[in-house]
DNA sequence: CTACGTGCAAAGAGTTTGCAACCGA
DNA sequence: TCGGTTGCAAACTCTTTGCACGTAG
């Protein structure tokens, strides 16, 4: 199942139309993930309105097509586990790239551990490392 | 060495003055946390500028007093590690309250073996859950 | 056809900046 | 005293909302 036809699926069951918009909001998604709103909304610039593409990310983050990933005081946006596969983010403080992590099952049965002792019942988690990128530690040295 | 003590070391240390605002600012993330900015603006509102609130705390997010937490699109503001003891969050999807998870040492070290394989050097991570506490999911049964 | 979606425009939050006055060491 | 800090006001960016028109099913 490719990207467009899983964003059908999604949309369709759950009672919501495959408009032209919402697939253009998809795919730019896909493309340049992780992306910033303000990049989301200049790339699509004269074909969808500003305030179309925030009601569009909103819907998709009710019904689990995109999930947000903080940067500091601002976020970016990027595809959900169910269009990609699941992993975390490393950000370097120095070159401002984003790293992504390989998953790793220890870390994963950690979270759901801990969940389970607080009775928790978890429906998704986020994971956020900070420093510095193996180049720009030699640059540095 | 109490938060007040802790303040003055971090910003002489660093060459910054122990002033009455970033004081006021301090205490009240000291009792509030995690608090958002808006809240800490409408708490010290006639006190301390709203500019000048800004600057204060980005001053303390570069010298490591505060950290933020994100909450969706937006984040709260809770005094660093170096006041409290290191923790992360899970967050109630129902009800919204934010829950201080414990410390737990299987968790911290396969975030330290991750960065290790990827040759990242990690200064800080943010780990966050999202779900439902115990309180809200006997409500909805 | 008809309810859901979108564009437009304007309002409402949140954040940043320049500059003159102020204060801490 | 003197440079770092703050208050004020204005600009700027980000996000939300109401309403009339457009369009998918």
Redesign the interface.
Same mark, same amino acid.
């Given at each position: 199942m490719n990207v467009v036809e899983r964003l059908q699926h999604e949309l369709r069951h759950n009672g919501y139309s495959m408009t032209n918009s919402r697939l253009l909001v998809c795919q730019t998604l896909a493309k340049h993930a992780p992306i910033s709103m303000r990049e989301v909304i200049n790339r699509l610039g004269g074909k969808v309105d500003r305030a179309s593409i925030y009601r569009i990310v909103t819907l998709f983050e009710e019904l689990g097509i995109v999930r947000?990933i903080?940067t500091?005081?601002k976020?970016k946006l990027e595809l959900s586990d169910k269009f990609t596969h699941h992993h975390h983010h490393?950000h370097?403080?120095s070159c401002r790239q984003i790293?992504t992590?390989?998953e790793?099952r220890?870390?994963e049965q %950690?979270?759901e551990?801990?969940?389970q @002792? @607080?009775?928790?019942?978890?429906?998704?988690?986020?994971?956020?490392?900070?420093?510095?990128? %193996?180049d720009c @530690?030699q640059k540095d040295s």
């Open positions: 947000k903080p500091g005081w976020y490393a370097c403080l790293i992590l390989p790793d220890l870390l %950690s979270i551990k801990i969940a @002792q @607080q009775e928790f019942a978890i429906t998704d988690h986020h994971i956020e490392l900070h420093g510095y990128c %193996s @530690q």
